[in-house]
């Protein structure tokens, strides 16, 4: 039972124009979420995060969305840049570190 | 500090071998937590520990996995007999800070191929 799904396996997005990357969640209790980054042969590296009790974090180039009625959070980056290019996990928890963590959208940012 | 270590990077064995992954966590931290990366599944967390005490081993896919913490600086993630399908990156994080600030560090992880 995946309760965080990424339903798009990758996404190409032109140098400088908005990626948007999406997951969707099941559980109602999800409280946090969280976006992490990760390169090849690297770790995931964390992104941006947000509270339940918000709709919307930015930082810099990046924005998360949070629809809690639609169970659904979006990650923004504008301008993409070709470093962007990257697998981005969207993760969810009750407030624990006890992620649940998506199957990753791969994105390609083309120069 | 170094961040978290992961060892081996590579490893590559024949079904049936026990297979052994080192994880050297952030010093000062109280949880330590394994994670297994496949295309299908994603990140899927194994096992956590806090306190050097496996908390939730939930996620652990069969009797076959195992994981200890024998003091707040080392744990390993043993796979014996190990089969083609336990193939995957399997990372080690640690959280940033003592509070819940939402942040973990992975590890660079230890990518397995069982032949």
């Known amino acids: 039972d995946q309760q965080v799904k990424q339903n798009s396996p990758s996404l190409s997005v032109q140098e400088g124009r908005i990626s948007i990357l999406n997951c969707d969640y099941t559980n109602s209790m999800f409280d946090y979420f969280l976006w992490y980054k990760k390169y090849p042969a690297e770790g995931p590296t964390f992104l941006i995060s947000i509270s339940s009790i918000k709709d919307k974090n930015e930082d810099g180039r990046f924005t998360v969305f949070l629809n809690k009625s639609a169970k659904h959070l979006s990650l923004h980056i504008v301008p993409s840049q070709p470093g962007d290019s990257a697998v981005y996990f969207c993760?969810?928890?009750?407030?624990?570190?006890?992620?649940?963590f998506g199957t990753g959208t791969r994105l390609k940012v083309l120069a | 500090d170094a961040g978290v270590i992961q060892s081996p990077r590579h490893e590559v064995t024949e079904m049936g071998q026990e297979v052994t992954l080192r994880c050297k966590p952030i010093s000062g931290h109280d949880y330590l937590f394994w994670y297994r990366q496949t295309m299908m599944r994603g990140l899927e967390l194994l096992i956590y520990f806090n306190n050097n005490v496996p908390i939730d081993d939930s996620g652990m896919p069969e009797d076959r996995f195992s994981a200890k913490m024998p003091n707040a600086s080392f744990s390993t993630l043993k796979i014996q007999p190990s089969e083609p399908r336990d193939s995957a990156v399997y990372f080690c994080a640690t959280p940033r800070d003592r509070g819940f600030t939402g942040e973990l560090f992975f590890g660079e992880g230890s990518r397995l191929t069982v032949l």
């Open positions: 993760a969810a928890t009750t407030g624990t570190y006890k992620y649940i």
